[in-house]
T-cell receptor
Framework: GAVVSQHPSWVICKSGTSVKIECRSL??????MFWYRQFPKQSLMLMAT?????????EQGVEKDKFLINHASLTLSTLTVTSAHPEDSSFYIC?????????????FGQGTRLTVV | AQSVTQPDIHITVSEGASLELRCNYS??????LFWYVQSPGQGLQLLLK??????LVQGIKGFEAEFKRSQSSFNLRKPSVHWSDAAEYFC????????????????FGTGTQLKVEL
């Protein structure tokens, strides 16, 4: 069945470095992917909508220069946390839907736990 | 490992009828529990959440859910469905373990697509 693969599942990085998270749709094409962030004891927050071949649409309050999104192909979107700081530590998860199926199901990646030290 | 099961992939109800979407979870400790709704082309919207306290949780849009520890369930209910409720609904479980900033892991169910007949 359709699967969304997110990599890495966890990462620890030093403050000031950048981290790239990949989200792949393994056997379907997705023109749109969603990136979410979860703060401790909070629900998910939609960060941005990633659009293949065009700029991502960021939610209010999300720094686009901080969280770079690239959706270069129909099966891959990447989220790069630039110049990471400890407050960027969080759980990030992506979601994609098969574009060829009207009203098709959405699938989630496994999530990435980022810890910035 | 935590897991979530939504046994119903598709559900069709008539407008005005009552609705119950099932969610069962597996988690070793007290979980966070969430219900989200996703309309076509939109991101997830939080309907309600349970962390502790009263096991009957009220959410937005007239939805409620009841946490039943003995059944490991967190079913979503609405007494009268509106056509605008047609969407995909996701149940999620998160850990309550202490986290100093790394975030807690959320696990989603596979979703239930709700169709509303007029």
């Amino acid at each position: 069945g359709a699967v969304v693969s997110q990599h890495p599942s966890w990462v620890i990085c030093k403050s000031g470095t950048s981290v790239k998270i990949e989200c792949r749709s393994l056997d379907f094409q997705a023109t749109t992917m969603f990136w979410y962030r979860q703060f401790p004891k909070q629900s998910l927050m939609l960060m941005a909508t990633s659009n293949e071949g065009s700029k991502a649409t960021y939610e209010q309050g999300v720094e686009k220069d901080k969280f770079l999104i690239n959706h270069a192909s129909l099966t891959l979107s990447t989220l790069t946390v630039t110049s990471a700081h400890p407050e960027d530590s969080s759980f990030y998860i992506c979601s994609a839907r098969d574009q060829l199926i009207v009203g098709g199901k959405a699938f989630f990646g496994q999530g990435t736990r980022l810890t910035v030290v | 490992a935590q897991s979530v099961t939504q046994p119903d992939i598709h559900i069709t109800v008539s407008e005005g009828a009552s609705l119950e979407l099932r969610c069962n979870y597996s988690y070793g400790a007290t979980p966070y529990l969430f219900w989200y709704v996703q309309s076509p082309g939109q991101g997830l919207q939080l309907l309600l959440k349970y962390f502790s306290g009263d096991t009957l949780v009220q959410g937005i849009k007239g939805f409620e859910a009841e946490f039943k520890r003995s059944q490991s369930s967190f079913n979503l209910r609405k007494p009268s469905v509106h056509w605008s409720d047609a969407a995909e609904y996701f149940c999620a479980v998160g850990s309550l373990s202490a986290s100093t900033g790394g975030g807690n892991k959320l696990t989603f169910g596979t979703g239930t697509q709700l169709k509303v007949e007029l």
